[in-house]
DNA sequence: CGCAGATGGCTAG
DNA sequence: CTAGCCATCTGCG
């Protein structure tokens, strides 16, 4: 179920955002908690563009969770260079760039 | 190669 | 706010 995880996240189009929700109900999972773990280590990371992934509130979520604040600027600014524009740590325009499968 | 521990986000009270 | 849940990932012998 994984892979699959990994071809709907790709199928997200720039400057657009997923929830780990999306992503577990897209893959028919319940077990979005795993999306965690698969974004965090990506092991597909130039195809699976887990940057673009948020929590179900709008925030990045767990890439602040090693990297305390580096990561996460990177990851702001990559999505922020794709059109999404950030408040903090949570996405200003979820609703508008959050994608829906 | 196999097992166990740990992680990560969402729901409910 | 805290605890629990499910699926996955990592480390060690």
């Known amino acids: 179920m994984k892979n699959k995880v990994y071809d709907i ?3 997200v189009p720039k400057g657009r955002v997923t929830t780990y929700k999306e992503i577990a109900k897209a893959v028919d999972t319940k ?3 795993a999306i965690g773990q698969i974004l965090k280590r990506n092991p597909y990371a130039p195809d699976v ?4 992934v948020v929590r179900s509130d ?3 979520g767990g890439f602040r969770g090693r990297r305390e604040g580096k990561a996460v600027t990177d990851k702001k600014n990559m999505l922020k260079k794709e059109g999404i524009e950030f ?3 949570r996405i200003k325009e979820f609703e508008v760039v959050l994608f829906s499968f």
Do not use: S
């Not at 563009?49 to 673009?52: W, Y």
């Open 49 to 52: 563009p887990c940057h673009r």
């Open 87 to 89: 408040e903090r740590d």
């Open 31 to 33: 077990a979005y908690q």
């Open 9 to 11: 996240l790709r199928k």
């Open 58 to 60: 709008g925030t990045i």
